[in-house]
């Protein structure tokens, strides 16, 4: 079967996520699946016992790639997308150039780069946007901005199929998500 993938490339709390629901939302006729790079590394993470903290999810991507070779993690969530039952799936979280790389490569593959100011994502972080992240400090967040595994986003959107800048409100993001799909179709 033949799936159509998005891959979504993006700064933590650029509104991937919502782009992921948006995009559900708007394909309520078609069979879409939502996945994610992290899924692996949490799966991961839960088998070994691990806590599961953006800390462990940064570092056992690049022991991966660093133990095991430069698109390892890409394979994974590669044999996960076969496996799923969708026509189209909406893949969050393209971090690294093997991760675009790869996906190229698929037939009907598309990159859509999410964009939001530094302060604008650290405003959700501390509104508590995600379950237990709100009491990160303005250093803790650029510390974790520049983490290996964050540092070629900007690159990797660069070379994106579609850009959506997010800094305005949700309203203003679903009519930039709902104009993407209506140049898509």
């Given at each position: 079967?033949?799936?159509?993938?998005i891959?979504?490339?993006?700064?933590?709390?650029?509104?991937?996520?919502?782009?992921?629901?948006?995009?559900?939302?708007?394909?309520?006729?078609?069979?879409?699946?939502?996945?994610?790079?992290?899924?692996?590394?949490?799966?991961?993470?839960?088998?070994?016992?691990?806590?599961?903290?953006?800390?462990?999810?940064q570092?056992?991507?690049?022991?991966?790639?660093?133990?095991?070779?430069?698109?390892?993690?890409?394979?994974?969530?590669?044999?996960?997308?076969?496996?799923?039952?969708?026509?189209?799936?909406?893949?969050?979280?393209?971090?690294?150039?093997?991760?675009?790389?790869?996906?190229?490569?698929?037939?009907?593959?598309?990159?859509?780069?999410?964009?939001?100011d530094?302060?604008?994502?650290?405003?959700?972080?501390?509104?508590?946007?995600?379950?237990?992240?709100?009491?990160?400090?303005?250093?803790?967040?650029?510390?974790?901005?520049?983490?290996?595994?964050?540092?070629l986003?900007?690159?990797?959107?660069?070379?994106?199929?579609?850009?959506?800048?997010?800094?305005?409100?949700?309203?203003?993001?679903?009519?930039?998500?709902?104009e993407?799909?209506?140049?898509?179709?």
């Open positions: 079967m033949h799936k159509n993938i891959g979504v490339v993006g700064r933590k709390l650029s509104g991937k996520g919502t782009f992921g629901a948006l995009f559900s939302e708007i394909c309520a006729d078609k069979k879409v699946a939502r996945m994610s790079f992290s899924d692996v590394l949490r799966d991961t993470l839960v088998a070994w016992g691990l806590p599961l903290t953006r800390h462990n999810l570092r056992l991507a690049i022991i991966m790639n660093d133990e095991f070779g430069e698109g390892t993690l890409t394979h994974a969530v590669l044999l996960r997308v076969e496996k799923v039952d969708a026509d189209i799936v909406i893949l969050d979280g393209i971090r690294w150039p093997s991760d675009r790389n790869m996906l190229r490569q698929k037939p009907g593959f598309r990159m859509v780069y999410i964009m939001a530094s302060a604008v994502r650290y405003a959700r972080r501390k509104a508590g946007q995600k379950a237990g992240e709100a009491e990160v400090s303005l250093q803790q967040f650029e510390e974790e901005d520049n983490v290996l595994t964050e540092q986003i900007e690159e990797i959107g660069e070379s994106a199929d579609y850009v959506i800048e997010n800094n305005g409100t949700e309203t203003e993001f679903r009519e930039r998500v709902h993407l799909f209506r140049k898509d179709s």
